[in-house]
């Protein structure tokens, strides 16, 4: 029963205007998908894309795109967006590691990662979102003057990330935090509840934060 939902909601999600499935091309540039030349802000590894939805309904002059494998994940905020007939964002089915067959150079004005999978088990690090193969494309999508912020509960993933971010040439870091909830400096909507997130400080969790720059 499961499986056939799922495959159910691969199917929907490859049918809405707003979605775009491993098979096909999005346009040359999101501004022409959009119509607009709003600021573009990417969510990577969304899930569910709460965070991008939340962030699109108070920033409507910001278009968003959320990324993730999982056509099933995307399904319900390209449904919701649908529905309420909500114009600026869009969902892609893809692997991060060909991010720019997706988005264009400099494109992007943010990226926000936001609880990756940990990959705790030491075989599986090599598929953690903050590694050198990742950033490349998130460097390269990027603008100049853009910025890429990280946020997880898992302390061990994030003094990791820090770790290998501080080793790559051309990094800026402009924000270290290991409790962004306590932070009051930072602005609001960084601080946005998912459910991950919810969860996640009820069992007594800090949410850890770091924000990066490219030259």
Excluded at 112 to 134: A, C, E, G, L, S
Aim: a neutral charge; one cysteine or more; hydrophobic letters at 40%.
């Amino acid at each position: 029963m499961a499986a056939r939902k799922k495959t159910l909601k691969k199917t929907e999600f490859e049918s809405f205007e707003n979605c775009f499935p491993k098979t096909s091309q999005t346009a040359s540039t999101w501004a022409a998908w959009f119509q607009n030349d709003h600021p573009l802000h990417l969510e990577l590894g969304c899930g569910k894309a709460e965070f991008s939805y939340a962030l699109s309904s108070l920033f409507p002059e910001k278009n968003y795109v959320g990324v993730d494998l999982k056509p099933d994940r995307l399904w319900k905020p390209a449904k919701d967006a649908l529905a309420e007939g909500r114009k600026n964002i869009a969902l892609v089915c893809g692997n991060l590691l060909h991010l720019d067959q997706y988005v264009a150079e400099n494109e992007a004005d943010e990226i926000w990662i936001t609880f990756p999978d940990p990959f705790p088990k030491k075989r599986h690090i090599k598929h953690r979102m903050v590694n050198p193969p990742f950033l490349a494309q998130y460097r390269k999508v990027l603008a100049p003057e853009g910025f890429l912020h990280f946020k997880t509960d898992n302390l061990e993933l994030f003094q990791y990330t820090l770790e290998v971010w501080a080793r790559q040439p051309g990094l800026h870091f402009h924000e270290i935090c290991f409790d962004l909830h306590g932070e009051n400096a930072l602005p609001d909507h960084y601080k946005l509840l998912t459910t991950y997130e919810r969860a996640f400080l009820e069992m007594g969790k800090k949410i850890n934060y770091t924000c990066i720059s490219f030259s």
